[in-house]
């Protein structure tokens, strides 16, 4: 049984930056790739980031894409999603994803975790 549980979300400020956890078990945490994917509601899920995993490579989508920074440590089978200087339009449920396929630097996703919810506001 393969469980992601994202956690970290919050209501922050402008401005602020953010870490999001994904705790990870029930597979092989070294031989697959993740990647976070967040949704506002009534709309479509969207891309933020791949990490991969031989040889551990990061990858990002947007004209804001470096304020985000996915990392990941397999001795914790964690994966992480750092970001700065958050924005009003960053409000979204982010999601945790997992799998074994990263085409184009996008991660065919088999298994998503629930999400955490982040809302920037002042």
């Known amino acids: 049984q393969v469980h992601l549980v994202e956690s970290g979300g919050g209501v922050v400020r402008p401005g602020d930056s953010v870490t999001l956890s994904c705790a990870v078990s029930g597979l092989t945490f070294k031989d697959w790739a993740f990647a976070w994917i967040r949704q506002v509601p009534d709309k479509d899920k969207e891309f933020v980031g791949t990490?991969?995993?031989?040889?551990?490579?990061?990858y990002y989508t947007g004209a804001d894409e470096g304020r985000f920074t996915i990392s990941r440590d397999d001795d914790r089978n964690t994966v992480f999603l750092e970001i700065t200087n958050l924005q009003p339009e960053d409000t979204a449920l982010y999601h945790c994803?997992?799998?074994?396929?990263?085409?184009?630097?996008?991660?065919?996703?088999?298994?998503w975790g629930q999400g955490t919810q982040v809302t920037v506001s002042s």
């Open positions: 994803a997992a799998g074994r396929a990263v085409v184009a630097g996008k991660l065919h996703a088999i298994e």
């Open positions: 990490i991969t995993w031989r040889p551990i490579q990061t």
